[in-house]
């Protein structure tokens, strides 16, 4: 739109299309080609899906952060395009989405995210839904249609916001964004709608012309299949005689029949020409629309063409370089692409595209010469110097009767790279800028549309613009995103092939990809990196834990690099030491990981009866014991696997010569709370019975009553089944020998 004061671009929504079948499926891998599950899935729940497997690669947290598939559209030709909306906690991510274009044939053409990562927005809301649509409503809306909670990122940080829909008087639905925490509207929507006109073939500095009106629907004024014409202040025009609408000058009818010739023109001849279909929805454009101090205005699929302002504009449904220009915003909607996003950016795509596409059509760099009256040059230019219109000087840049920061200033920085472009290609260019359209996100940046030009002559002109695209826009500055990312398996047989690929570097544009691998032994590496091959695709057996590398080199020059494991052996770990020492004696025991990927180790101990202690983070430890015991090692690989060992030690009395030593002897140890540990000694093989007996006499517990050999015997039992009270401890043997012990349960 063109205005040299400041406005708010409200938001459009855009209705749902039709979700239709996709084509056969064909093997996956990227970039390229990918396939949903044999069936009757659609591409679009294939995308999704298989974005749900690799949140990771897109900058998401699995178990925070969700996919849901949005909308997928036929594509002219075949194909799909696919809107993949991010989740926080459930919660929908205002703004926050990916496109994806799906080719007749099943390959995933391309793939560009808007998604944001480690959102901080509180969950709960503290403003109820019914107190939002009152403040809503407050902030100059209309009443409320619809709400639903979500979360927002601004400038101001995360918030969770009431998205709060709104219907105005002419139809458009436009929305206001409350925080639902504090009540403060965040962004109030604010809109309306579209226009356009004929018989100046250009402005009135022409003269008038009689020109066909194509497409008339017979028995309305002035509509076509695709669009139409309204008039704010006048009736709607009306055929003089059948087919006849030669209005003359000064009669509104007139302008209403300039604006349709000029619509036509636009969206037939001009973008028609360039593979254009059809709107989405019916562009309606509205003239004669009481919009000072404005003089156009546009959201989603509605043009709103102002008035006359004294000593400011003139007609501006008279200006054909208006109308185109306002159109152009039209055409962006149509791919859902919104103002917003970071500094803005897509505000100034918005502006600078549209100004693009007026300037392409008339030849002429200048828009708006003729309405505005202050401005000598028009209200925007596409031909620009450099510097100071680069990226370096982005909100640093105005002209006419736009300031600093605004829209239309920073749009001719990206609209003169184009025409930089135009003047290097000709009108190949025009195609190009139409083409990419289709792989931007709802709010991209310019680095995403500089890698949509990328994929655009990729798929549609065979990638031979590619080194001079990468020429004109890193001229002014503007470069396209470069992200290193690997998908492939994580755990291996030995020898088995693996396949391993690079997810879009620059949105599916020709970057350069080179591999290089690296095997760990132990933990670290044990050798130096070696090159593995190029390209998008890598496939390797290996017989150790390998670290592979993909370095990206984008079509700007930009390089980005990222590493993966590849892991062929579970992690092991073997314990070395005594598994039995003498009472209170030293030992030293060591745990060995076995062919794991970086890790980190920890050493449990737990004495007999005792729980668990932890040891630390070592692989070595040495200590007295005097009971017996058990040692735990727990690994944590660099890949999120584990692993796990016990090792069993017995602690014993050494017992001097058997000479010295009577026919039976009975040691008792008791821990803290139930547990017991016996001691029987025997001089000579032989039967025992083990009892345990109360003060009066009476056997309460049987604890052995076998032939036992001569030796050491080690008894362990629970003392939780006696009351409280004075016990004994009695053994006897065959030969009539015994042994007594007393001890005491205490509670």
């Known amino acids: 739109m063109i205005r040299p004061r400041p406005v708010v671009i409200a938001a459009f929504v855009t209705s749902l299309l039709a979700r239709l079948a996709m084509a056969q499926p064909a093997p996956e891998h990227w970039p390229g080609t990918f396939l949903p599950d044999p069936g009757h899935e659609r591409s679009g729940d294939a995308v999704c899906r298989w974005m749900c497997d690799r949140l990771p690669a897109f900058g998401l947290t699995p178990g925070i952060d969700s996919l849901r598939l949005e909308r997928e559209e036929a594509l002219p030709g075949g194909g799909a395009r696919v809107l993949v909306r991010q989740l926080w906690h459930g919660l929908p991510v205002v703004g926050a989405d990916a496109r994806g274009i799906v080719g007749v044939d099943g390959q995933l053409r391309s793939l560009l995210s808007n998604f944001e990562p480690r959102l ?62 504090t009540g403060h509207a965040l962004e109030v929507a604010a809109g309306s709608a579209h226009a356009v006109g004929m018989v100046y073939p250009t402005d009135p500095r022409q003269p008038v012309a009689e020109a066909e009106l194509p497409g008339l629907i017979g028995d309305r004024p002035l509509r076509a299949r695709d669009f139409g014409i309204d008039d704010a202040l006048y009736p709607l025009a009306t055929a003089l005689a059948p087919g006849d609408y030669r ?63 004294p000593g400011f504009c003139r007609e501006p449904s008279l200006s054909h370089d208006i109308v185109y220009h306002e159109l152009g915003h039209t055409v962006l909607y149509g791919f859902g692409i919104q103002p917003g996003g970071p500094r803005r950016e897509a505000n100034a795509l918005h502006e600078a595209v549209a100004d693009y596409f007026v300037a392409a059509l008339t ?43 605004s829209s239309w200033g920073n749009g001719m920085i990206l609209a003169s790279a184009l025409w930089d472009l135009r003047l290097r290609i000709g009108a190949s260019c025009d195609s190009l800028v139409l083409e990419s359209l289709a792989y931007l996100p709802t709010v991209p940046t310019w680095q995403q549309f500089a890698n949509a030009l990328y994929v655009a002559d990729r798929d549609h002109h065979g990638g031979r613009f590619w080194s001079t695209i990468g020429e004109v826009l890193r001229r002014r500055g503007i470069r396209g995103a470069v992200t290193a990312s690997i998908s492939g398996p ?71 690099t990222t590493h993966a494991f590849a892991s062929v052996l579970t992690p092991t770990l073997v314990f070395d030491g005594p598994t039995r020492i003498v009472k209170n004696g030293t030992g030293t025991w060591s745990v060995r990981p076995v062919s794991a990927a970086p890790f980190r180790l920890f050493l449990f101990r737990q004495w007999l009866g005792a729980k668990q202690e932890l040891l630390g983070q070592m692989t070595s430890v040495t200590f007295a014991a005097a009971t017996s015991f058990q040692l735990t090692a727990e690994l ?44 029987l000694e ?43 009270g004075i016990y004994f401890l009695r053994a006897t043997t065959a030969s009539g020998h015994a042994a007594k012990l007393r001890f005491i349960v205490l509670r």
């Open 636 to 679: 944590t690989d660099h890949m999120g696997r584990t692993g796990i060992a016990h090792y069993d030690v017995e602690v014993f009395t050494d017992h001097p010569p058997r000479g010295s030593r009577a026919p039976v002897q009975l040691t008792q140890r008791l821990e803290a709370g139930r547990h017991a540990e016996i001691h």
């Open 682 to 724: 025997l001089g000579d093989a032989t039967s025992v019975r083990l009892g345990v007996y109360d003060i009066r006499g009476r056997e309460r517990l049987i604890l052995a009553n076998e032939q036992e050999p001569r030796g050491e015997r080690v008894i362990r039992w629970d003392t939780n089944v006696l009351e409280p």
């Open 490 to 560: 994580v755990n291996l047989r030995p020898g088995e092939p693996a396949e391993f690929h690079a997810l879009p570097c620059c949105g599916g544009t020709p970057g350069r990809y080179h591999w290089r691998v690296r095997t760990w032994c132990r933990g670290t590496p044990c050798e130096s990196w070696r090159d593995a091959g190029d390209g998008d695709r890598l496939v390797m057996s290996f017989t150790d834990d390998t670290e592979l590398e993909l370095s990206v080199l984008s079509p700007f020059g930009d390089p980005d």
């Open 363 to 405: 030849g002429d760099p200048g828009i708006g010469e003729w309405a505005y009256l202050t401005f000598p040059n028009g209200g925007t230019r596409v031909d620009q110097p450099c510097p100071p219109w680069d990226f370096a000087h982005y909100d640093q840049v105005a002209f006419g009767g736009g300031g600093l920061s």
């Open 247 to 309: 209005f003359p000058i000064g009669d509104p009818s007139f302008d209403q029949g300039n604006v349709y010739w000029h619509v036509d023109h636009y969206l037939h001849d001009f973008l028609g020409a360039l593979g254009y279909g059809t709107p989405p929805e019916s562009v309606v454009v509205r003239v004669h629309f009481p919009l000072d101090p404005e003089v156009a205005r546009t959201s989603g699929a509605l043009v709103l063409l102002g008035r006359p302002i």
């Open 120 to 181: 901080a927005a509180p969950l709960s809301p503290r403003i109820a839904p019914e107190r939002a649509r009152a403040l809503a409503s407050a902030a100059t809306m209309p009443a409320a249609e619809a709400i639903t909670l979500a979360v927002a990122r601004r400038e101001s940080g995360d918030h969770l916001v009431w998205d709060v829909l709104h219907r105005l008087d002419d139809g458009e639905r436009v929305r206001t964004l409350v925080d639902a925490v």
